[in-house]
């Protein structure tokens, strides 16, 4: 008995322990997503610019080109709450639509948001090479979509 009481005292601590390092996660662990990338995603550019960490925020904005023409843009930041990190979303300045940091490393970084339709989860990935991958996926018209963005690191957009 008391050896089963030991092992739950145990659990418990480390899952408190958990818990604690994922609530005081630090932003700067994010600041590889920062820059200005861009690739093709069909017969359209898309472009993301991402500012570095500071005031516990990343702030970012997206745009899609078909031709010289702007087909979407997006508003978006990363920032710190008490209750974790969130990857907040605003698809051509819409309301805000907030995904929770679920899951990260040095490498990744995954955001859920599983009472929204589609996306419900937003991954960005740096490989290796450099290429940075954007992935969203979700429910559509009830069925699962998945769709990734390949972006290549850019020369700064205001430098010439």
Request: charged share 25%.
């Amino acid at each position: 008995m008391m050896a089963t009481m030991r092992k739950l005292i145990l659990l418990g601590c480390l899952s408190g322990l958990g818990l604690f390092a994922q609530s005081t996660q630090d932003l700067a662990d994010l600041a590889w997503i920062s820059g200005h990338w861009g690739g093709p995603v069909g017969r359209a550019y898309s472009e993301e610019s991402w500012l570095v960490p500071k005031g516990n925020a990343m702030l970012g904005l997206s745009r899609t080109m078909v031709g010289e023409r702007m087909v979407a843009f997006e508003f978006l930041r990363i920032e710190k709450r008490a209750d974790g990190i969130y990857y907040v979303a605003q698809p051509n300045g819409r309301p805000p639509t907030d995904f929770k940091l679920t899951k990260s490393t040095s490498t990744l970084a995954v955001f859920e948001n599983p009472k929204h339709d589609h996306p419900k989860i937003i991954t960005y990935e740096i490989k290796e090479s450099g290429t940075l991958v954007a992935t969203i996926e979700g429910d559509e018209r009830g069925q699962h979509k998945k769709q990734a963005f390949t972006f290549q690191r850019l020369a700064d957009p205001v430098k010439k």
